[in-house]
């Protein structure tokens, strides 16, 4: 039997629960000329149900999300023909100092607890990092790829 396509909407707790284990995506800014930035991103979800991604203020990801906090991540399953689901939202960029607590729960959320936090939160501190948090706004329908129903059943 062909794969069928589903395209299941959900609620916002629905939705974090789809999200949580899931921390790969692709990142959509908008560049100053109009045109869009694509960046493969590692991403969590905090406490308060935002994304949020780690990162380095010389990005262009960076640059954009500060003059446009519009934007869009379309988050993928670790499995290439898994589920995903395109969320919209608003981003804002947190640098250090304030970044460092954010940047610890991110790393929570994605590998869970660290050996050393103090080791850990210097590192962060050394490499300059910046953490971007996005308020989810929007989102599509969890998708998934295959035949459409009535392709499929004259297969």
Not at 19 to 42: F, I, M
Not at 43 to 62: L, W
Request: negative net charge; charged residues 25%.
């Amino acid at each position: 039997m062909p794969k069928i396509a589903s395209a299941d909407r959900v609620d916002r707790d629905a939705l974090l629960d789809f999200l949580r284990p899931r921390h790969r995506a692709v990142l959509v800014t908008r560049r100053q000329g109009g045109g869009v930035q694509l960046s493969p991103v590692t991403c969590g979800i905090d406490a308060e149900g935002r994304v949020v991604v780690s990162t380095y203020p010389q990005r262009a990801k960076v640059a954009n999300a500060r003059r446009d906090a519009a934007v869009s991540l379309c988050v993928l399953s670790d499995e290439w023909d898994g589920p995903w689901v395109q969320l919209d939202g608003a981003a804002e960029v947190l640098d250090l100092p304030e970044a460092v607590e954010p940047l610890v729960e991110y790393y929570r959320a994605i590998s869970g607890e660290h050996p050393d936090w103090e080791e850990y939160r210097a590192a962060m501190t050394r490499q300059g990092k910046s953490l971007l948090r996005i308020t989810v706004t929007g989102w599509g329908p969890i998708a998934t790829g295959g035949f459409p129903a009535d392709v499929a059943g004259k297969l």
